[in-house]
């Protein structure tokens, strides 16, 4: 991934917010990252882990909050560069719904 896609983000600061459009999906490459619903932590994400998928995928509005723990960096990631990921590596689609699919199990758990 190119370090011009690369954002930061101060320990506290709002990386985006449930209700709102989204254009891009992010990877952790630094640092934690919380995600909350209706004010409900349901996830702590570190390096490695991606978030804001579902707004590619359905663009529609963000279904959750996502808060920088601590001070992070993260790979940002368009609709023309997911696009391109996956035509170019299936298996980035597999990882998609794979994350999905453990983010549905982890919720139904929690209600």
């Known amino acids: 991934m190119n370090s011009n896609h690369t954002e930061r983000f101060r320990s506290g600061e709002t990386i985006f917010?449930?209700?709102?459009?989204?254009?891009?999906?992010?990877?952790?490459?630094?640092?934690?990252?919380?995600?909350?619903?209706?004010?409900?932590?349901?996830?702590?994400?570190?390096?490695g882990s991606i978030l804001g998928e579902m707004v590619l995928l359905d663009r529609k509005p963000r279904s959750a909050t996502a808060r920088a723990k601590t001070r992070c960096e993260l790979f940002s990631?368009?609709?023309?560069?997911?696009?391109?990921?996956?035509r170019q590596n299936p298996s980035f689609s597999l990882d998609i719904m794979r994350v999905l699919a453990d983010r549905l199990r982890s919720m139904d758990e929690k209600v």
């Open 77 to 86: 990631i368009d609709q023309n560069q997911f696009l391109a990921l996956v």
């Open 17 to 47: 917010k449930e209700g709102e459009s989204g254009t891009k999906m992010y990877v952790v490459k630094e640092g934690e990252v919380e995600l909350s619903v209706h004010g409900k932590v349901i996830a702590e994400l570190g390096t």
